[in-house]
């Protein structure tokens, strides 16, 4: 289960929203805004069952590349302001071939919707992925301006538990909804032993594709599917 962040005590000022119109987002992408209250909305058409608690089962021993949500909440900012902060883990049970994305994810970026039981809550698509290794290069300053410039447009290998984290600023949150509170709603219910009794009020659906993961899923036999791969804040709930 993803373990989500702890929330600050009290909620950050400055702007909780964004508009109700799509904007380009601080740091890169665009905000779904005219989709708020929309309901099963997402920007990478999702298969059927993309989104459900627990995968289809399979009997092929290579299940092919997975995608999941390592950590997800609310961040503040030093200057009052707080953005969601979502951990990608990616996986390849049943193959020891490697999986290197873009840094860029086919030039699209990555897609997140969050979506409470009036629709949309907040969205946004084309938003950058930080990777850790890429910020490990600039903080050694190894590199130089040419040699940052092409890692740009180089390739990550997030084989065995690789990741990266996206960040979700307050401008792609719907009018009337902020940070903090959405990311509270992200997590769900559960009792003393810390046993998931419930879902959570808000289902939180990160998607991206990368011609990559089409063709090492051709390699394992297995349908490129677009190269589409989807996470999802949902969790088994405990069977009394």
Known sequence: MPIPRSSPPVPAAGPASGPAAAVSLPGGGTSD??????????HFPLPAGATDV??????SPASGPQLSLSHYGYAADP????????GLRFTTPGTKKPLQVSRTLGGEGAAVEIEGPDGLVAGAHGLPVIWPSAARA????????SDASDASDASVDVSDGGGGEIVVPAEALCP???GDSVARSLVPPADSTGTVTGPPPYRLVVSLRDPAVGTLRTTLGLPAGGGLLSAVN?????RS
């Open 176 to 178: 009337g909804h902020d």
């Open 33 to 42: 805004g005219d989709r708020c209250g929309t309901k099963g909305y997402h």
């Open 79 to 86: 200057d009052g302001g707080g953005d969601i902060v979502i």
């Open 54 to 59: 627990e995968p289809p089962s399979t009997t």
């Open 138 to 145: 600039s903080a050694s300053g190894a590199s130089g301006a």
């Open 234 to 238: 949902l969790v088994p709930v405990a």
